[in-house]
C-alpha cells in the first residue's frame, strides 16, 4: 500500500518561512493540498511527473515554490512570506498520471494521499 509522508509544518510568525516535505512517487504528478478548518480543502500546488512544469494557486503564487528530486523520491513546498490564512493543514498526494492545467487541483484527480501536517501562522 501506498503510503506518502509529510513532514516540516509547524508554527511561524507572518513574513516567515516553512519547508514541507512529502516523500513521493516517482513519475507521477504531485500536488499539496491544504485544508483550514471549517473550509473546503483546496490545491495549493503540483508537480508534474519530470519536475518541469508546476501549477500554483493564485493565493500562493510568488510566495510558495514547489520542487522535487525524483532521485530522492521528496516533493517539497517552500512557503515564504506566510499570512495567517496560510494557516491549515497541508497534504500531498500523488496521482496515477501526469498533472495539467485544468485539473491538477481537483482531488479526484490524486490516488493517494498522506496524513498531513499542520501549519499555524501567527500575525
Known amino acids: 500500500q501506498v503510503q506518502l509522508v509529510e513532514s516540516g509544518g509547524g508554527s511561524v510568525q507572518a513574513g516567515g518561512s516553512l519547508r514541507l516535505s512529502c516523500a513521493a512517487l516517482?513519475?507521477?504528478?504531485m500536488g499539496w493540498f491544504r485544508q483550514a478548518p471549517g473550509k473546503e480543502r483546496e490545491g495549493v500546488a503540483a508537480?508534474?511527473?519530470?519536475?518541469?512544469?508546476?501549477y500554483y494557486a493564485d493565493s500562493v503564487k510568488g510566495r510558495f515554490t514547489i520542487s522535487r528530486d525524483n532521485a530522492k523520491n521528496i516533493v517539497y513546498l517552500q512557503m515564504n512570506s506566510l499570512k495567517p490564512e496560510d494557516t491549515a493543514m497541508y497534504s500531498c498526494?500523488?496521482?496515477?498520471?501526469?498533472?495539467?492545467?485544468?485539473?491538477?487541483?481537483?482531488?479526484?484527480?490524486?490516488?493517494?494521499w498522506g496524513q498531513g501536517t499542520w501549519v499555524t501562522v501567527s500575525s
Open positions: 498526494a500523488a496521482d496515477h498520471y501526469d498533472c495539467y492545467s485544468g485539473s491538477w487541483f481537483k482531488e479526484y484527480e490524486y490516488n493517494y
Open positions: 516517482r513519475n507521477v504528478c
Open positions: 508537480i508534474n511527473s519530470g519536475g518541469g512544469t508546476t
